[in-house]
């Protein structure tokens, strides 16, 4: 399964960051994957924003979860992550990954996401 993170670079203070994780070798509906987005800030460690499972349904970190959706595409095998009112501490690398089989099995090669105006 191969994931590729997609989406704006630059986001403005405030406003909202939306990325797409596009889906290819493997469904988003099969039973018992489920998709998350993970972050890396500068100076920072891997921190886990939320997951959709192969049902749709879908759990936040408690400390995003005022900000944070996401939802899929089944449609074109695509999971989107959206994060609201975004300040300079959201800046980094967000990465989409494949958990399965107790593991992070598959991850997107990341994208880099800037927060300034």
């Known amino acids: 399964v191969q994931l590729q993170e997609s989406g704006p670079g630059l986001v403005k203070p405030s406003q909202t960051l939306s990325l797409t994780c596009t889906v290819s070798?493997?469904?988003?509906?099969?039973?018992?994957?489920?998709w998350n987005w993970i972050r890396q800030s500068p100076g920072k460690g891997l921190e886990w924003i939320g997951v959709i499972g192969y049902s749709g349904n879908t759990y936040y970190s408690p400390s995003l979860k005022s900000r944070t959706s996401i939802s899929r595409d089944t449609s074109n095998n695509q999971i989107s992550l959206q994060l609201s009112a975004v300040t300079p501490e959201d800046t980094g690398v967000y990465y989409c990954?494949?958990?399965?089989?107790?593991?992070?099995?598959?991850w997107g090669q990341g994208m880099q996401v800037t927060v300034s105006s």
């Open positions: 990954a494949l958990h399965r089989d107790s593991n992070f099995d598959s």
């Open positions: 070798g493997g469904s988003i509906t099969t039973n018992g994957y489920s």
